[in-house]
């Protein structure tokens, strides 16, 4: 068994991104992010790496364009007003079916609002990183490990599907410590065929280009990249159980979410309420499926959330609203209680119930 180390949050994240063979970040300091930068710019000069402090998160998205079109590992992190800025890159990255790996470590909203943790960041890494017709893959870590896990896991499946992959984190998980192991096994190579390496005179030269005049042509790469997309969807989705068993009540948390969820599951069990919970760790794709089969079980969902209830639009889509969908929430840089879920449990058991 792999030793533990004690880490942070960010710095383990940047950590499992240098084993995972990312050499190349560029990034801007923003608070609840910043030690991943500053993790980079110590870690990178040592191992042949680059790190590089761009003049804006403009500037830096656009870096990570230039470095992914060559095959390398690329990555930069920011939260959300920066991510906000990066929105017209993220949009050239899908346009240019390039990968790469984003980290998004969520504070308060809109605007400047706070520094403190938040989840209200959905809708744009799921619906509306940028303009036009794309997807991101979004990853939603809920401890420290698995900020480990998904950033090696996040590289692998950006370069499986030509695609962004995007770790939606938060402040508290950025901030957090705790034990992890870095033993994430070998890197997966898959075809770069596509990658600028430059001709040497030996073969045509590349082109990668977002730009097509011609409509008929943007149709067809659009229409190929959501075929793309459909694979993802039936064969990425990630999430987690517990108690669900025999579950009437379904919780849906993710992040430090779902951390206080299990908290309130386990005190309501001992109150006889039967209530499970499912977490996705893929935001997109959403395990669709695994939430139709859920509501043919219980009577009521229940979304805890860093937010003002956004993901309950993607519960109901999967559930086709067959069952009613309850919200738990806190906002700007407030997080639920224990008190606050199991509260919302009891008036989600009543539903359809003789309690």
């Known amino acids: 068994m792999s030793e533990k180390v004690l880490m942070k949050g960010n710095e383990a994240l940047a950590e499992a991104a240098i084993m995972a063979g990312c050499r190349h970040y560029f990034g801007y300091p923003i608070t609840p992010q910043t030690e991943i930068a500053a993790y980079m710019a110590k870690r990178m000069p040592k191992i042949g790496g680059v790190f590089l402090q761009a ?79 794309f997807h991101m893959i979004v990853l939603a870590p809920s401890s420290v490990q698995e900020m480990v896990n998904l950033t090696f896991k996040g590289f692998d499946l950006a370069e499986k599907y030509r695609m962004t992959c995007m770790i939606l984190s938060d402040g508290t998980m950025g901030q957090m410590m705790e034990p992890v192991t870095l033993d994430m096994g070998e890197i997966q190579k898959y075809d770069k065929s596509w990658a600028l390496t430059g001709t040497k005179g030996e073969r045509k030269p590349r082109i990668i280009n977002s730009l097509f005049l011609q409509p008929d042509e943007l149709e067809k790469f659009n229409f190929a990249r959501y075929e793309r997309y459909k694979k993802i969807e039936e064969n990425e989705s990630i999430y987690e159980e517990y108690r669900m068993e025999d579950a009437e009540v379904c919780i849906v948390a993710f992040g430090v979410a779902s951390r206080v969820s299990k908290n309130a599951i386990d005190k309501a069990r001992e109150q006889g309420i039967k209530v ?21 079980k219980v009577r009521a969902f229940v979304s805890v959330e860093l937010s003002m209830g956004q993901m309950i639009e993607d519960i109901e889509l999967a559930t086709r609203c067959r069952r009613p969908v309850l919200l738990c929430n806190r906002t700007g840089g407030m997080i639920p209680t224990v008190e606050n879920v199991l509260e919302k449990i009891a008036e989600a058991d009543k539903i359809g119930g003789t309690r």
């Open 55 to 133: 003049e804006s998160e403009i500037a830096a998205i656009n870096m990570v364009i230039g470095g992914a079109s060559t095959g390398r590992r690329v990555m930069t992190s920011s939260s959300s007003p920066g991510i906000s800025l990066k929105s017209e890159g993220l949009s050239y990255l899908a346009g240019c079916d390039l990968p790469a790996l984003v980290v998004n470590v969520q504070r308060g909203g809109p605007g400047l609002g706070g520094i403190q943790p938040s989840q209200s960041d959905y809708f744009h890494a799921t619906r509306g990183a940028g303009h036009g017709d």
């Open 276 to 296: 499970g919970m499912i977490r996705p760790v893929t935001l997109w794709p959403f395990p669709k499926k695994r939430f139709e089969e859920a509501a043919d």
